[in-house]
C-alpha cells in the first residue's frame, strides 16, 4: 500500500509506502523472503512542481513531461546528475527477497522489469494473488505490486528498470492476474458479488472547451478537459461530506448518470467533433448501505484513446472483466471471471476499451473515484460516490470531531 497528498500536485514528492505484515502468529502463503525492499517510481521535474502545474492549466494544453523519471528517488545512471546516487541493492545469490512496489508517478503507465530474472508477483494493492511468473510486470499511477526476486544468476550486476508502457502488453499482464482468495488467505473484501443491485456504465473521455480567440493549445485552439459520463467534475467550494451530512443545499446534485448521455461508437476512429464538448458539474451517485455494485468503464477515442487507470476511494473492488471496443452487455458478461477476480483499488481501463468491477458499499461516506492520470484529474475525469449509513452504529459514519480546524 502507499500514501500520498491529494492537494494539486504535490503527491509529485509528497508520498510513501505502507507496509502491512501478517498477524501475530500467521506466516506468508510463500516461503518467507530473506529481506524485503520498497521500490518507488516517480517522476521528477527540474522546476517547482506548483509552476509546472499552473502553466500547464493555464495553456489549455498537455503539461510538460517531467524532466526526469525516479527509482527510489534518484533518477539513475544514465542521468549525469544523479549517477553517484542511483539507487542498488545487493542481493546475495540464492536467497528471495520479496519487492514492494508503487508507482508513484504522475502521468505514466510503468513497464518494470529486472534484467535476466523472472519475478513472481504475489499481490497486488495489498491483495494477495495466485503467484504468476513472469519477466515484466505492469503498474498504474497509485498501484501497487509485490513481487518475490529469486537471485539465483551468476554474480554480477543486473539493471532494475522502469519505462512508459504499450498497452496491449499491459492488458495481457492484468488479465493473467488471479486472486488467491483461499481459506487460509481469504480475500478481506466481501467474496465477489454474484448478484448485483446497481448496474453502472460510464464512458471515460477526453474531451476540449471553447478558449477565448482559440488562443489555447489544445486542438484548434481549445482547452483540453476530461469527463466521466460527459460530466467534467467541478470542485465546490464545501466539501460533498459536509454539505451531505450537513444537509447543505447547492453544494452538489443527485444527476449523475448512470449510463452515457451520449451514445455513439464510442472507439470509433471517427467521432463527430460535436461530441467533444462536455458540461461541467458537481453530481453524485447514492448508493443504499450493502448494496451490490457492477461498474463498466467504458473507454473513447474522443480527441484521443488512451488508458485510464481508475481509482476508487474507501474501496477495494473485484475487476471481473475486460475487452477492447465497446462493451456488450448481453455477450461480454458472459466472458466475466467470478471465480478469482483479483481484488484492487486501481485498475487501468485498456485504450479503446473496457473494464468491468465489482463491489459491496459496506463503508459509508463519500467516497471520490478518479482517473489516476495526474492531467486527467486536473482537466475533470472525477465523480463522487455518497454510500448511504447502515442501520447498525458500527456501519455509520462517525461524527467530525468538534475541535477539527478547518481546511
Request: with cysteine.
Amino acid at each position: 500500500m502507499w500514501w500520498h497528498a491529494h492537494s494539486d500536485w504535490s503527491r509529485a514528492t509528497v508520498h510513501g509506502a505502507i507496509v502491512v505484515y501478517p498477524k501475530n502468529g500467521h506466516s506468508y502463503p510463500f516461503p518467507k523472503p530473506h529481506a524485503e525492499v520498497p521500490i518507488i517510481l516517480g517522476d521528477w521535474w527540474k522546476n517547482d512542481v506548483q509552476a509546472v502545474l499552473d502553466r500547464f492549466l493555464d495553456s489549455g494544453g498537455d503539461p510538460q513531461i517531467s524532466d526526469a523519471m525516479t527509482v527510489n528517488g534518484q533518477p539513475g545512471d544514465l542521468y549525469p546528475c544523479s549517477r553517484s546516487g542511483t539507487f542498488n541493492q545487493i542481493v546475495e545469490r540464492g536467497k528471495t527477497y520479496l519487492l514492494r512496489m508503487v508507482n508513484a508517478g504522475m502521468n505514466n503507465i510503468f513497464f518494470f522489469a529486472i534484467a535476466n530474472h523472472t519475478l513472481t508477483v504475489v499481490g497486488v494493492d495489498a491483495s494477495y494473488v495466485k503467484p504468476l511468473n513472469t519477466t515484466y510486470i505492469a503498474m498504474s499511477p497509485g498501484q501497487t505490486i509485490d513481487l518475490l526476486l529469486e537471485a539465483n544468476q551468476p554474480l554480477g550486476r543486473y539493471y532494475m528498470a522502469a519505462k512508459a508502457y504499450n498497452s496491449a502488453a499491459r492488458v495481457n499482464f492484468n488479465s493473467s492476474l488471479r486472486s488467491l482468495g483461499n481459506e487460509a488467505y481469504p480475500a478481506k473484501e466481501p467474496i465477489c458479488p454474484s448478484k448485483v443491485d446497481t448496474k453502472l456504465l460510464f464512458t471515460l473521455s477526453i474531451n476540449t472547451l471553447p478558449c477565448n480567440d482559440e488562443s489555447c493549445a489544445g486542438p484548434g485552439g481549445t482547452r483540453l478537459a476530461a469527463s466521466v459520463n460527459n460530466i467534467t467534475f467541478d470542485s465546490p467550494s464545501i466539501d460533498i461530506l459536509e454539505g451531505y451530512y450537513k444537509r447543505i443545499s447547492g453544494v452538489y446534485g443527485n444527476d449523475f448518470p448512470s449510463v452515457p448521455p451520449l451514445k455513439f461508437n464510442y472507439t470509433s476512429d471517427l467521432i463527430p467533433v460535436e461530441f467533444r464538448t462536455p458540461r461541467n458539474g458537481t453530481e453524485v451517485i447514492e448508493l443504499e448501505f450493502n448494496s451490490t455494485v457492477e461498474l463498466v468503464f467504458q473507454g473513447t477515442n474522443l480527441v484521443a484513446g488512451i488508458d485510464h487507470p481508475m481509482h476508487l476511494h474507501g474501496y477495494s473492488f473485484y475487476v471481473v472483466g475486460w475487452g477492447f471496443g465497446n462493451f456488450d452487455k448481453v455477450r461480454d458478461p458472459l466472458r466475466y471471471n467470478l471465480v478469482d477476480p483479483p481484488l484492487q483499488n486501481t485498475i487501468a481501463v485498456p485504450r479503446n476499451g473496457w473494464t468491468a468491477i465489482r463491489f459491496t458499499a459496506n463503508n459509508p461516506g463519500v467516497w471520490l473515484m478518479h482517473c489516476h492520470l495526474e492531467r486527467h484529474i486536473s482537466w475533470g475525469m472525477e465523480m463522487t460516490f455518497i454510500v448511504k449509513n447502515g442501520k447498525r452504529p458500527e456501519d455509520q459514519i462517525l461524527p467530525r470531531p468538534e475541535d477539527m480546524p478547518p481546511c
